[in-house]
């Protein structure tokens, strides 16, 4: 009878969860389209409640559902507290809400969370751009600076987070997949990657998508390899790669030409990182900088936007936000290979590589790879 009892309760924590994670994933999704601009500010403060809401019922979740011990919960409640206090500072909640859903996630299978997560994303994408072609919502149209290169956003606030979007499904779908295509579905979905870069423009985001195709058209030689660098060589790259961007926006010169063109390539990614180093300081635990970005509800606005998720951590969250954020991959790459979960491990190195142009890491209708710190792990494929 208790044992019955006990596993009615996890089952009406786990709907509880799920039904959460839907409710937010369509809030974190709509509050990066153009909604804000066609409904007015005031959409923004009804899908951050919305947030709010999802938010506490996951902490009900966490308390009620789960069984943890009380040092662990207390030690939940330290890591919410730090989070909250450095995402207050900062003026940007993604990282705290985005934590409690990591720590909900405890119990779930992480590949009914991609299952859900494929649902609702590409149900959202394909009414988003319904709503933008049937003139419902603005499409949001730009050109790119000396190219005079024609890019639509098809209903989200950028044309670039039209095609973040789409690398992360179908990171996601590679997920529950663990990187298994045939040929006949690897080029199904290189042609939407071509289509998407035929609309979008976003060129950092195609490199990301054919790197991801080829991991998928290469999978046995890729698995071996990353089987063959471990989890220790591969915290390494991770930790070189964050720090090497970080140094490389620091010491960014405008008049010099390698550094020049390399901005150029990155759409001026660099300096907008280094403003930021010019006119902040460094905090331990954050700061509010003020940013404008094309989506901007405002309409018009003069553009400053630090994209490196790197540059963002440090210069918005701190220096102790930076490092626990290193720390969160290098314990994901740990749980990865533990498992024998590679597909995993690329997957967390295509977003490690992504995040020095892409500052989307904390976006769970994004990335949900975090979700896999604490959630179950499907049994893994042979490799070989």
Known sequence: MLEKLALHKDNLGNQLYMFCFSLYLIVNFM?????????????????????????????????????????????????????????????ELDPFFMYLF????????????????????????????AAAALGLVPNNIMWREGAGVVRAGLGLATPSDLAAHVFYLMLAFALVRDFIFSR??????????????????????????????????????????????GVKGASALVVLYAFGNLLLTYFFDPYDPVYAQLDALLSRRLLFGNMAFEKYPIHLFGQYIYQN???????????????????????????????????????????AFKKQYYGLAIAILLIVLSMAVNHHFWHISYNISLLALLAVLPPVSDTE
């Open 293 to 335: 970005g094309n989506g901007d509800p405002r309409g018009f606005v003069v553009y400053y936007f630090i994209d490196s998720a790197y540059v963002q951590a440090l210069m918005m969250f701190g220096v102790g936000f930076l490092l626990f954020m290193l720390g969160l991959l290098v314990y994901l790459l740990y749980r």
């Open 184 to 229: 006949q579905e690897i080029g199904f979905m290189a042609l939407i990657a071509v289509l998407i870069f035929a609309v979008t423009n976003s060129r950092l985001d195609a490199v990301l998508m054919l790197l991801l195709l080829l991991a998928m058209y290469f999978r046995r030689p890729v698995f071996k390899a990353i089987k063959f660098i």
């Open 31 to 91: 509050a990066g389209t153009t909604l804000s601009r066609a409904l007015g500010l005031g959409a923004i403060v009804v899908l951050l409640r919305l947030s709010q809401l999802a938010a506490l019922l996951v902490f009900c979740k966490i308390i009620f559902f789960d069984h943890h011990k009380f040092n662990t919960i207390l030690a939940i409640l330290v890591g919410a507290c730090f989070l909250f206090i450095v995402c207050k500072q900062a003026h």
């Open 102 to 129: 990591i720590i909900g996630a405890y119990g779930i299978n992480f590949k009914q969370i991609l299952n859900k997560y494929i649902l609702v994303v590409l149900s959202m994408l394909l009414l988003v751009y």
